[in-house]
């Protein structure tokens, strides 16, 4: 019985959530920071963008995102390594990326969607 009480208690130690470090930028901030850094990147895909800020290195505008929620370069840095070791909240973070980064792209497409003829 005592082998079992054990084995119990490791299988919920093991399965449960680990809290992560201070040292880490939480979930929810990491993943606003990444929406941030990916929308940035899609507007100096924009040709009009790309030329007014061509001599300036993007990733100036990455600290400065960085910088907006209160992060250096280094906590960033640190948290990717520890999220990446950690794949599966990695993997639950960059899903959750995507999910708005949709939500955003179907709100603009919605905005720049035609008006229906047939309310005239």
């Known amino acids: 019985m005592k082998y079992f009480l054990s084995f119990i208690a490791v299988l919920l ?3 449960s959530e680990t809290s992560t470090p201070d040292y880490v930028i939480p979930k929810e901030k990491i993943i606003d920071i ?3 850094i ?3 990147d899609g507007m100096f895909t924009l ?3 790309r030329k007014e800020f061509v001599s300036k290195d993007s990733i100036n505008y990455y600290n400065l995102i960085l910088e907006n929620y209160g992060y250096t370069r280094k906590d960033f840095d640190t948290s990717v390594f520890y999220y990446s070791e950690n794949i599966n909240e990695y993997n639950k973070i960059y899903i959750e990326v995507l999910n ?3 939500e955003l792209e179907t709100e ?3 905005q720049q969607a035609p008006k229906d003829s ?3």
């Open 38 to 40: 990916h929308l940035t």
């Open 34 to 36: 990444i929406v941030d």
């Open 47 to 49: 040709q009009p963008v």
């Open 108 to 110: 603009i497409k919605q």
């Open 13 to 15: 130690f093991a399965c």
């Open 100 to 102: 708005r980064l949709n």
């Open 118 to 120: 047939t309310t005239n």
